[in-house]
């Protein structure tokens, strides 16, 4: 199958701090991935797309300079929360899709809160 | 632009009887449609697709949809639900190529023993 991994799961952080999430592709090579927000009982926002090698691409109303987005090589793309505050506490996803499937395939999700 | 929506906020269900989550899609072009599965605190698990062929789709966990073009819909079934099928459904979109899925805003099923 095709699996994918997101690290930490779970991170508690102060206001003001940063945070970084790792996403992974563990047995196949991802071009695109994508970050999506997730609030409590609530559908999943997509915030970026993920380019390896260029630029992410950004929702609208989806800060670039808090939100970064690395997708440095073919099976890792971080997501880096900057100066973060409580009104970033979310549920955070990524998908990657495989080349020749139609389906994206989901990490586990990281619970960020923002103390 | 495209679109999905679920009407149910939350469906229940006895246990051994059969389930449908419902969804109705709006696309301009072919539609590629998902059915995916959210356990508490857990990212998703895709359970099925249809991307062309057969109207029916058969996915995992005994899941199935069947993909309706005259009624833009892509209802969610199974025979006999179990207590262990209660999660949150969403139902997705996507056109063709490296694009991201578009969700519903998902429904709830509770399957009650």
């Known amino acids: 199958g095709a699996v994918v991994s997101q690290h930490p799961s779970r991170v508690i952080c102060k206001s003001g701090t940063s945070v970084k999430i790792e996403c992974r592709s563990l047995d196949f090579q991802a071009t695109t991935m994508f970050w999506y927000r997730q609030f409590p009982k609530q559908s999943l926002m997509l915030m970026a797309t993920?380019?390896?090698?260029?630029?992410?691409?950004?929702e609208q109303g989806v800060e670039k300079d808090k939100f970064l987005i690395n997708h440095a090589s073919l099976t890792l793309s971080t997501l880096t929360v900057t100066s973060a505050h409580p009104e970033d506490s979310s549920f955070y996803i990524c998908?990657?899709?495989?080349?020749?499937?139609?389906?994206?395939?989901f990490g586990p999700g990281t619970r960020l809160t923002v103390t | 632009a495209q679109s999905v929506a679920q009407p149910e906020d939350q469906v229940n269900v006895a246990e051994g009887n059969p389930l449908t989550v419902k969804c109705t899609y709006s696309?301009?072009?072919?539609?590629?449609l998902f059915w995916y599965v959210q356990y508490p605190n857990r990212g998703l698990q895709f359970l099925l697709k249809?991307?062309?062929?057969?109207?029916l789709v058969k996915g995992s966990y005994g899941f199935e949809a069947e993909f309706n073009k005259s009624q833009t819909s892509f209802h969610l079934k199974k025979p006999s639900a179990l207590v262990s099928d209660s999660a949150l459904y969403f139902c997705a979109v996507k056109a063709l190529g490296n694009t991201p899925l578009v969700f519903g805003k998902g429904t709830r099923l509770s399957v009650i023993a």
């Open positions: 249809y991307i062309t062929g057969d109207n």
């Open positions: 998908s990657a899709n495989r080349q020749g499937a139609y389906e994206q395939y």
């Open positions: 696309v301009s072009g072919n539609p590629y």
């Open positions: 993920s380019n390896e090698g260029s630029k992410a691409t950004y």
